[in-house]
T-cell receptor, first 114, second 112 residues
Framework: SQQGEEDPQALSIQEGENATMNCSYK?????LQWYRQNSGRGLVHLIL?????REKHSGRLRVTLDTSKKSSSLLITASRAADTASYFC??????????????FGRGTQLTVWP | EAQVTQNPRYLITVTGKKLTVTCSQN?????MSWYRQDPGLGLRQIYY???????DKGDVPEGYKVSRKEKRNFPLILESPSPNQTSLYFC???????????FGPGTRLTVT
């Protein structure tokens, strides 16, 4: 399978704490993207990091990419109850028959308690 | 407002009765995809299209058809639905190969 793998599958924290989710993938990528999904709704794009970038920020989100380890992490700082959602990483491969295809992991379910 | 619309949003049907789920986008995006989402399996791509009249199979194309006659529309056709096609379906678009995707609101399909 070309899917990425998120870790952990589920994460439960208190408001104000930081949440860290990890994603591992298998082969050379063009970019890696993170999405959020509120229960049963469409996915919303959060951030895209290209293979030549190591870190990217967007508001309370920080994404890192380590291409040597084929892994990425998403950090949500000072979490809020409204951050409760499933978070998915998606990898875009840059060669071969999978060129340009977007592969999603199974997601991390984040629950933030008030 | 930039958006991806899907219809219907909810559908309950019976085995073998042909159905079409429509997807339309107003962002002039070249690339459109269909995914299904099942518990524990994440999102799996059914079909994708890189431009008008260009479509290709994703990871789970069996039992589905698509067409791309116009840039804005990408309907998903189930010629003879079966219970194992009960799922949450998403249409998604992006402006190019290496860009972020915009998702529709989803269509929850139940086949009995």
């Amino acid at each position: 399978s070309q899917q990425g793998e998120e870790d952990p599958q589920a994460l439960s924290i208190q408001e104000g704490e930081n949440a860290t989710m990890n994603c591992s993938y298998k082969t050379s990528i063009n970019n890696l993207q993170w999405y959020r999904q509120n229960s049963g709704r469409g996915l919303v794009h959060l951030i895209l990091i290209r293979s030549n970038e190591r870190e990217k920020h967007s508001g309370r989100l920080r994404v890192t990419l380590d291409t040597s380890k084929k892994s990425s992490s998403l950090l949500i700082t000072a979490s809020r109850a409204a951050d409760t959602a499933s978070y998915f990483c998606a990898t875009v491969y840059d060669r071969g028959s999978t060129l340009g295809r977007l592969y999603f992991g199974r997601g991390t379910q984040l629950t933030v308690w008030p | 407002e930039a958006q991806v619309t899907q219809n219907p949003r909810y559908l309950i049907t019976v085995t073998g009765k042909k159905l079409t789920v429509t997807c339309s986008q107003n962002m002039n995006h070249e690339y459109m995809s269909w995914y299904r989402q099942d518990p524990g399996l994440g999102l799996r791509q059914i079909y994708y299209s890189m431009n008008v009249e260009v479509t290709d199979k994703g990871d789970v194309p069996e039992g589905y058809k698509v067409s791309r006659k116009e840039k804005r529309n990408f309907p998903l056709i189930l010629e003879s639905p079966s219970p194992n096609q009960t799922s949450l379906y998403f249409c998604a678009t992006r402006t190019g190969t290496f860009y972020e995707q915009y998702f529709g609101p989803g269509t929850r399909l139940t086949v009995t």
